[in-house]
């Protein structure tokens, strides 16, 4: 029987490269995209159409996965937020929405799948950003972007904790400044190179690395 993940985001971007790297290299995997016609058809992915920031949404994978095996999950799916963040007016319905995708959604998938990751002796991986580190701001601003990957690393942190008696892991990972949408063409790091760096780290994951805030090359980063 093939190893089984699922991934959020998964129809552009890191999402979209993870999904592709893992699905050939023999895993079936669950991509759960906002639109299925964006992934296609790739051989060993099936495509879940789902709108994350509706959680009655998210509450479906509970029965759809009913008796699924996952070994793993990763939240992939994020949003930069409001163009504006730095000191001065910010957008408070936009603040909201990005603490909903980057905060709440990672907490909400994990949640749902705790079961079948349990099944899996699974390990769920959150996306985050080394923007979100308090002990590695030294230059301020971005406080949408900062503050909701802060937020998303505290869910990592208690969920490690609160999923470690079933055998689960959890663990924040920051992916490297990459040239995506988000990240811009000025970025130093290819999809390609960043995806193949956090693969590498996560296939070494063990239970003793949850709860840890990692770079993607599996060293420890600062909360």
């Not at 992915?45 to 009655?56: I, Y």
């Not at 949408?144 to 998303?152: D, E, H, I, L, T």
Request: charged share 20%; glycine share 10%; proline share 5%.
């Amino acid at each position: 029987m093939p190893r089984c993940l699922l991934i959020t985001g998964a129809s552009r971007g890191l999402g979209r490269a993870l999904t592709e790297a893992y699905a050939a290299e023999g895993w079936r995997v669950h991509a759960i995209a906002r639109h299925a016609h964006d992934l296609g058809t790739v051989p060993n992915v099936w495509v879940h159409e789902m709108e994350l920031t509706d959680r009655k949404s998210i509450a479906t994978l509970r029965t759809r996965f009913a008796e699924e095996r996952l070994e793993l999950v990763i939240n992939n799916a994020g949003t930069w937020g409001p163009k504006a963040q730095d000191l001065g007016p910010i957008d408070a319905e936009a603040w909201i929405d990005a603490f909903r995708v980057n905060a709440m959604v990672p907490y909400y998938v994990a949640e749902a799948l705790a079961d079948p990751l349990a099944r899996g002796r699974g390990t769920v991986v959150t996306i985050t950003s080394r923007m979100g580190s308090i002990g590695d701001n030294g230059s301020g601003g971005d406080y949408v972007y900062r503050s909701s990957k802060a937020a998303a690393n505290m869910v990592v942190r208690s969920l490690a904790r609160d999923l470690a008696p079933r055998g689960i892991g959890a663990v924040a990972l920051h992916p490297g400044w990459v040239r995506t949408e988000m990240g811009g063409p000025e970025a130093p790091l290819s999809i390609q190179e960043s995806v193949d760096m956090m693969r590498r780290t996560i296939a070494g994951l063990t239970l003793k690395d949850s709860g840890k805030f990692l770079n993607l090359d599996g060293n420890a980063l600062p909360w």
